[in-house]
């Protein structure tokens, strides 16, 4: 053997043990990743940011004729926050939204998603308000829930996984007493996806929290609301009809919703806004002052 023979380098074979180590590496590191991803919500950028081109017109869809706007003397600045299947009106002095708007449909094949189990920041606020601060809430010797205003099954079932995750940002919860919450509140955002999104086959709906005057509120600054409003808005041949109703904080858990009928109207006086600002003024005061027969 030559002197360049010798100085060779001995050939090997592949280092087993170590490839083994980095694929079960890079399987543990590609589980991490999928499990934050169901874990969190995936929210768009401040500033208006859509995070798919199905946001396109996302006001138009969302919003039927406009977003509300503030009675004379009652005007309250909103952050306005534009998520997959919902939009907030969003108020950083109380910490909770004042009215949040969505649009249910018809769907023959609904998906099942895992429900998350806790509700994030929603980081486009400054406010910032917490799952935690909702812990041990009370008022008036009622369990205060996190109460949804925008319904996380309607929303998962018409928009998708990523939508629902939205529905668990702190933007879109008041606090709201358990039996309120787990009794007519709920029947009613079934009815609005089970019953009437079926009969006829797109529905709006824009609801929210109603105060008091100097109204209480958790330790860390969020207000707690007195009652609750919904407008339940469908549109047959052109001809928007409503059903609208307060829910107070006080309601018992084996009500019907249809005790808590009332007016868009009485809506308006009690919240401090006009809902539907770019109807015709002679349609919207039909709407203002109709009963809500046809949708029950």
Not at 102 to 124: A, I, S
Not at 130 to 141: G, K, L, V
Not at 184 to 193: F, I, N, Q, T
Not at 269 to 276: D, K, V, Y
Request: with cysteine; aromatic share 10%.
């Amino acid at each position: 053997m030559n002197d360049i023979d010798r100085r060779r380098p001995a050939r090997s074979g592949p280092n087993w043990p170590a490839l083994g180590v980095l694929v079960l590496f890079l399987a543990a590191l590609g589980v991490f990743v999928w499990w934050r991803s169901q874990a969190a919500p995936r929210v768009p950028e401040l500033g208006g940011a859509t995070p798919s081109a199905a946001l396109q017109g996302i006001e138009r869809d969302l919003l039927y004729a406009g977003q509300p706007i503030p009675l004379p003397g009652r005007d309250e600045p909103v952050t306005v926050l534009k998520n997959t299947g919902y939009i907030a009106g969003y108020s950083e002095s109380r910490k909770d939204p004042l009215w949040v708007s969505y649009c249910l449909f018809k769907v023959d094949n609904p998906g099942t998603y895992p429900r998350p189990t806790r509700f994030e920041p929603d980081q486009r606020t400054a406010s910032r308000v917490r799952h935690e601060d909702y812990n041990y809430a009370t008022f008036e010797s009622l369990h205060l829930d996190r109460g949804h205003m925008a319904p996380n099954h309607a929303i998962a079932i018409c928009y998708g996984h990523d939508a629902q995750l939205e529905t668990f940002l702190t933007s879109n919860i008041c606090p709201q007493a358990h039996n309120c919450n787990a009794g007519p509140w709920e029947k009613l955002e079934r009815d609005e996806l089970e019953t009437y999104a079926p009969r006829f086959g797109k529905i709006w709906v824009i609801d929210g929290p109603i105060f008091d005057a100097h109204p209480p509120a958790l330790s860390a600054g969020v207000q707690i609301p007195r009652a609750f409003y919904k407008i339940i808005l469908e549109e047959q041949e052109g001809e928007p009809h409503v059903r609208a109703v307060i829910m107070p904080q006080t309601t018992p858990i084996a009500d019907t919703p249809s005790r808590y009928t009332t007016t868009v109207q009485e809506i308006e006086t009690e919240s401090g806004w006009e809902f539907f600002p770019q109807l015709d003024p002679v349609v919207r005061h039909r709407l203002e002052t109709e009963s809500s027969a046809r949708l029950w």
